[in-house]
Each structure stands twice: as C-alpha cells, then as structure tokens.
C-alpha cells in the first residue's frame, strides 16, 4: 500500500506497544481469535468527489489532496506514457466514477462531504488480459484473477485542505458506503472492473503452541539481553539496545543524548552539540555513526523482527487469497518468480555484492521455498484502535523481486544475465540437528534427559553433547572430573540412543564450540537448521542471542533455532552438589541421581568412573582406556555445570568492533556494519 495511505504497522513498527500487548496479539492470532482482512498487492488510489465539480476525484500524495484531487484528465496525464500503469488507474478510476453515479445526492454528501473533504481508501488489481501485449496489466508481485476496484475497511480520513491534517470519518460514514454497495456494483455491468469492499479472511487457530513459545521465546530472550521486561515498550527497546551497543569512553548522558539523536526523539541536543568539544577524529567517528544511522536502527529492532517474523509465517501458512482462484498455482509462480530472481542477482554478484548481502538477507528471512505457502500479501486487523498488519513472508519475497524488477541504476536483470546453475533455494529440507553444551561434570538425570527429550522431538535428527574440556572441582577443591570422565559417562548413558552423539570440547569453550560449529561448512550447509536447547530456567538467557545473525555472516543458508523446555531433573542436581557427593563417597546418594534406564551394572560402572577415577593406579588405567575412544580434546575454561550448563552468559553485542588500538585519549568507537565473509 502506498500513495498517502503511508506505512501500515508491524507489531514492531509501534513505539508506544508493550510487549506483554504484543504477546497478546499473538495469543489472539495463534488462537483464531482476530477479525482479519486481506490486504492486496495493488495500485494505491484514495478516492473522494467533488459535488459542485460533479466528478470524482483521485489522490496519491498530499499535494493531489492539497488541490482536492485529480480528475479523470488528471490521473491520465500523471500516468501518461507508463503502460499497464496508466490503464490500471485509469480503468480503477472510471469504475469508481461509474459506480458513484447509483448514488442519490444525500448519499454523495454524506460520503463525501461538500467538496472532496472525505476520502477513501483504496486498491486497483489489474492483472491485465492474457496474451493481449495492448493490456499488460500492473501487477507487483500476486497477480489476482480480475481486475477489482476494492474500497478498504481501514485508513479513511477527513482532510482539510489548509491545515493538511488529516482526522477520522464522521460514524457511519462507511456503513453508508456499504449499503450502497449493490447498487454500486450493478452500475458497473459491463465494465471491465468490478468493486468490491471488505475481503474478510479468517485467521485459523494453530495446531499447537510451538509457534507462539517460541515467539516468546525470542522475545524474552532479546527483552533480557538489554535488562528489560514485558512491561517495556518498542521505544524503550531500542533506545536501549542502541545505548548498550555504543561501545565507547564516553559518559552515560552523552550515550543517551546520542540515541536520542539517532532516534529523532523530540528534544534531542542536536548534532552540533554533540559535536561540542570533540577532537577531529572524534567528530569523524561521530559522523561516521550518524551516517550508519538507518541501519543501526535496522538492527537494533531485528530480533525482535526476526521473532514476528517467524510467528506470522507460521500464522499466515496456507492462507488463501479471497480473489485467486487456484491459490497453488500462484504459490508455484511465486517460487518460480523468486528462483529466476536469485539466479539473475547471483549471477550479476560480484558488480554488485551488496545487492547480494541485501538479498541473502532476504533468503534468510525466508529460509526455503517450503515456507512460501501463501499468495495473500498480509492479513491487516485493528487492536486497541491501532491498525496492524501481519506480513508473513511477502516482505522479504517483494524485496528480492523488487531488486531484481528494478535494480539502482534503472537497467532490469533480463534472462539474458540468469546463470541456471546457480544454488538457489530449494524445496528440499536439510538436516535439522540439537547441539547441547556444557560442563557435564558429572553428568546427571536432568542432563540426560534433556538430550533424550530433544532426541525424541519429530522434527531432530540428531543431537549432539559438547563437554567442557576443563576438570571442575569439589567445594574444597580436592576432587575432580575431567572431561575423559565425563563423555565415559554419556557414551553410557546414550549405549542406545543412536541419535545422541558425545564430543568434547576443541576451541575455547563448549559456547565457542557451538559458534564454531555453525560457522562451518563442512558441519552445516545452506538449509540446516541448528537448534540451541535450554530449560525454561534458563529461558531469558541470552548467549545465543546473536547465533542466527553469525550463521547468516558466516555459513549463510544456516539456520538457528532456540527451543525452551522444562526443566529436567530435581533438586540436587547440581554439578557441585555431585562432587561433593563423590567427594564424601555417598554412592548410593549419588547413584539417585543417575538417569533411571542404567542397571545396576551399569550403575555400579558409573560409580567406579568417577569415585576409583581419583585413585593414581585406577586413573591411569581409566585414562588408558579412554584414549582409544576419545574423539577431540583442546581448549580451555569450560562453563557453568548447572541443569544445562551452558556456560557464562556472552556479552557479545553485534554492533561493536572486535579491534581497536587504545589511545590515552576516549574515543568513540563508530558502529561498523559487519559484512558475511
């Protein structure tokens, strides 16, 4: 929707929403329970009419308004020359002109007031006729079957020519529309276009809640990350994710008054006085954060983008249009569309790897052809006198054909640039595999049986444990258990499960290795999913916050799920609670805390492993044995034993520099885009 009907919000484009309202919304989305309506991917047109004129009038900025409207000559000649443009807001304009004429002069009055003070919302789909070169069409990216004038429920207003505000319609204004609306249409046998108003599409209740966990998930992931909770809004985070990832010497007033410039809050000192007392190399790197500033603030609202994203693909799945009739076959073109789409911009990528950067972006966002599933744009619905809409992945798909359509510089990608060899995205699923780390020392009941919960998920093909290589010690710092130890331990656990592998730990901690082993080609390629479990103990944790942007710099194609469960295990689960265990040689206390499936042999051989393992003799014949069945050993500093043992939080912020030479004087340290490799 474009022309004056500005920016329809996302969930994440209202400053003043909370999050426990956005949690709200989608409870009601996931449950069926909002009144929905299909937004189209037409030509914006608002219309109005002139009584004194005796003509309809049209507008697409606020200058037409301004000069209360374009007539019939006027949006012809503003469209001259463009095709199947000009055809379609021409045809769209005359229905509407032809239709009015069922009006009575009061309903005129009442819908329009005096003189164009009343305008309406509205869309033009014109597919064009098939195989006539004469009628092109003006389709964007859905082609619908008919070409439709459709009057919107949402985004009417008053507008008052001289001041250029714009205020709602008086009530009833539209109720008047509607009952007019058969006479309209019957007014407008014969003619090309047909109208239509409201395109009701009900939203259905989802199967289950895995797609609103892990929303929420996210979101009280992100929320953590910058000390936030559900009671904070969009503004609130921002301001503060963007004042958390100014890494720099400068005072916390300073911080903020910058924020508060970057974000055009009202009241901000300005760029001058920041300025202020500066050095040259300081203002340098003042401008150079200013000149980011449209994609620091991109970034600073991403995971939470990324959370609705994700929740809205899954809400939209499957989703028929009201006007298509054979919804899978514009799926099916769709895929075609953006699969010539990414072959072209591929094939032209190294003059122009931005676009590519900017693209493989997109593909992320979507992920694979398997999640374009619906050809309706957005579904749009009003909460608490706001209107929202819910995008699935239309966004990243208009974006991806849009550069392809009309790349900077004006010249079109033809087919005469496709390289068909070229990967794209396919329908076919990678490998979709859980990777759990930690201390493990020793490992217990809780530990087990997280793996083995995650193992049994339908959609995990396999899960691997990462032991901390590092030995941790008693509460007095006489015992200990080593990693050997350890992953003796799991492969006793795991004898039957032949979907949980064991590895120790390569690089510096089980975290690292985690990174690591996304960022490998070797490991992960272009549509494997990694997910990253951790119990709902944990749940506002936050070290792998940034897992799915460094895949998509890193081994783009990857990507990063987070999965919240219970909490496995009971109380004195604890790795230090063990070793003191082991320490006072309380067998039978420490073999309670084992997982229920070993035997008393095996029992008795976990007991041996970890309580004769401290014995010099029995060490080195233990230490013998695990040679021959160690796989990775290296590294150092492991994490937290806790319930998962995810090791220390990482407070690595994604905008911050990872070099920089200290100098005696405070520097700002300008927020540098980081570029995949």
Not at 62 to 74: F, S, V
Not at 79 to 94: I, N, P, Q, V, Y
Not at 362 to 384: G, M, R
């Amino acid at each position: 929707m474009g022309g004056v009907a500005g920016h329809m919000d996302h969930l994440y484009d209202n400053p003043n929403l909370t999050f426990i309202k956005m949690k709200e919304i989608m409870e009601a989305a996931s449950n069926g329970e909002l009144d929905t309506e299909e937004k189209v991917d037409g030509q914006n047109l608002f219309l109005s009419y002139s009584i004194p004129e005796g003509k309809a009038k049209g507008a697409r900025n606020k200058g037409n308004l301004k000069e209360g409207g374009l007539d019939a000559a006027g949006l012809a000649h503003k469209f001259a020359g463009r095709g199947g443009l000009e055809k379609a807001f021409t045809g769209g304009f005359s229905a509407f002109e032809k239709a009015i004429e069922a009006l009575a002069p009061s309903e005129k009055r009442r819908l329009f007031g005096p003189d164009t003070n009343i305008w309406y919302n509205a869309e033009i789909m014109d597919p064009g006729t098939e195989g006539n070169l004469n009628d092109p069409g003006a389709t964007n990216v859905i082609k619908y079957d008919d070409k439709t004038l459709k009057i919107h429920d949402v985004g009417h207003f008053i507008f008052d020519r001289e001041t250029g505000e714009k205020s709602p319609t008086p009530k009833g204004t539209v109720e008047t529309l509607d009952n007019a609306l058969e006479r309209m249409q019957q007014s407008l046998h014969g003619h090309d276009f047909s109208l239509a108003r409201r395109a009701i599409i009900n939203l259905q209740k989802l199967e289950d809640d895995e797609a609103l966990s892990l929303a929420k998930s996210r979101i009280d992931s992100a929320l953590a990350a910058e000390g936030l909770n559900d009671s904070s809004t969009i503004h609130e985070y921002v301001f503060t994710r963007l004042r958390n990832g100014i890494d720099a010497e400068m005072s916390e007033e300073y911080k903020k008054e910058l924020v508060k410039y970057l974000m055009g809050i009202k009241g901000n000192i300005g760029k001058l006085a920041l300025k202020k007392g500066l050095s040259p190399e300081d203002v340098q790197e003042l401008e150079g954060i200013i000149q980011h500033k449209k994609m620091l603030l991109k970034e600073a609202i991403e995971p939470i983008e990324m959370a609705v994203h994700h929740f809205t693909v899954a809400v939209l799945r499957g989703l028929e249009s009201v006007f298509i009739a054979d919804n899978k076959a514009e799926v099916e073109r769709l895929k075609n569309e953006v699969a010539a789409a990414v072959k072209a911009i591929t094939a032209k990528g190294p003059e122009n790897p931005h676009a590519m950067e900017i693209m493989q972006r997109h593909l992320n966002k979507i992920k694979d052809f398997s999640q374009i599933t619906t050809p309706v744009e957005a579904v749009v619905f009003d909460y608490d006198g706001h209107t929202y809409k819910f995008a699935g992945n239309f966004a990243p798909l208009n974006q991806i054909l849009g550069m392809f359509k009309y790349p900077k510089g004006g010249k079109s990608i033809t087919s005469e640039n496709i390289n068909f060899g070229t990967e794209i995205l396919t329908d076919a699923k990678g490998k979709r595999v859980a990777l759990l780390p930690g201390g493990f020392k020793p490992p217990h009941a809780g530990h087990y049986e997280l793996a083995k919960y995650l193992a049994s998920e339908p959609d995990i093909d396999e899960v691997v444990v990462i032991i901390g290589k590092s030995p941790r010690f008693d509460e007095d710092g006489k015992i200990s258990v080593t990693a050997e130890q350890s992953k003796y331990l799991w492969e006793l656990y795991t004898r039957k499960d032949n979907n949980i592998k064991v590895r120790t730990q390569t690089g510096k901690t089980p975290v690292a290795d985690v990174y690591d082993l996304i960022a490998d080609p070797a490991v992960f390629s272009e549509g494997d999913t990694v997910i990253l479990g951790k119990s709902d103990k944990d749940e506002g944790d936050t070290r792998f916050a940034r897992a799915q942007s460094y895949a998509e710099r890193n081994n783009p194609g990857v990507n990063v799920e987070e999965r919240v469960m219970k909490q496995f295990g009971g109380e004195g689960m604890g790795g230090t609670a063990l070793r003191n265990l082991i320490a006072d040689n309380k067998k039978n206390m420490f073999i309670t805390k084992l997982p229920n499936h070993l035997n008393k042999a095996d029992l008795e051989e976990a007991w041996n492993i970890v309580f004769h393992g401290f014995n010099e003799s029995l060490n080195n014949i233990i230490d013998s044995a695990l040679k021959e069945i160690s796989s990775m050993s290296g590294g150092s500093n492991e994490g937290s034993a806790g319930m998962n043992g995810f090791g220390p939080s990482n407070k690595f912020n994604p905008w911050r520099q990872k070099t920089r030479k200290t100098t005696k004087k405070p520097k700002i340290k300008k927020a540098k885009r980081q570029r995949r490799r």
